[in-house]
């Protein structure tokens, strides 16, 4: 079975604080995503990576960037963080491009 | 832009009665998949459905897809009380690379 671990369950920030969420897959596969999700907006893709050191944006990549420097991790940063950063923040890999997306359980993260 | 849109957002229904939800969406698809999410969980993959496939069947689902009126259904039969979770549709398709995109949610409540 694919498992994908996300390093926290819950965290809780100050604004103007450098947060990193990582997310780690076991699976090889060549596809990560980061997407964050509030309620009545469901999933919305911050960005995606396909493969080692290579990262796209997303529908909304502003106030995030992401590292990738090997291919099971996938990080997502919050430079500084803000309070409309507060959310439920969830990372998915899989195998191949538009195919069935295998999810951590997601960190809910809390900006103060 | 929202590609996937679950109909209806909500919906409560006995133990073992039949639950239906719908997915519409706008563009030509290469495959929807659908995905279920209890409170506070990440998102599992349930079922993907291509482009060129009708129905499809998974223990008590069957998922439905007409590409002519760009549309979907999920059937859960005898629906039980640990069935109660958020589902979700996603669709992926090709524009120089697979993008996919999740909807809203259907809130599914089965009562004991």
């Known amino acids: 079975d694919v498992k994908v671990t996300q390093s926290s369950r819950y965290l809780v920030k100050r604004t103007g604080e450098k947060v990193f969420l990582e997310c780690v897959q076991d699976?090889?596969?060549?596809?990560m995503f980061w997407y964050r999700q509030d309620p009545g907006l469901g999933l919305r893709l911050i960005y995606f990576?396909?493969?080692?050191?290579?990262?796209e944006k997303g529908d909304i990549p502003e106030g995030y960037s992401v590292s990738r420097e090997k291919k099971e991790r996938f990080s997502l940063i919050l430079e500084s963080a803000s309070t409309n950063q507060t959310s439920m923040y969830l990372c998915?890999?899989?195998?191949?491009?538009?195919?069935?997306?295998?999810f951590g359980p997601g960190t809910r993260l809390l900006v103060l | 832009s929202q590609q996937g849109e679950e109909d209806p957002q909500a919906l409560s229904i006995q133990e073992g009665e039949n639950a239906t939800m719908n997915c519409s969406y706008k563009?030509?698809?290469?495959?929807l998949q659908w995905y279920r999410q209890n409170s506070g969980r990440g998102l599992v993959h349930l079922i993907l459905?291509?482009?060129?496939?009708r129905e499809k069947h998974s223990g008590r689902l069957r998922v439905t897809l007409d590409t002519s009126k760009k549309s979907s259904s999920l059937l859960i039969t005898a629906s039980r009380a640990a069935d109660t979770a958020s589902y979700f549709c996603?669709?992926?398709?090709?524009?120089?690379?697979?993008?996919?995109?999740f909807g809203a949610g259907t809130r599914l409540f089965v009562k004991a």
């Open positions: 998915a890999s899989s195998l191949n491009g538009g195919e069935t997306q295998y």
């Open positions: 699976m090889d596969h060549e596809n």
């Open positions: 990576s396909y493969d080692v050191k290579m990262k």
């Open positions: 563009t030509s698809i290469n495959n």
């Open positions: 459905i291509r482009s060129n496939e």
């Open positions: 996603a669709t992926a398709r090709n524009t120089g690379g697979f993008k996919t995109i």
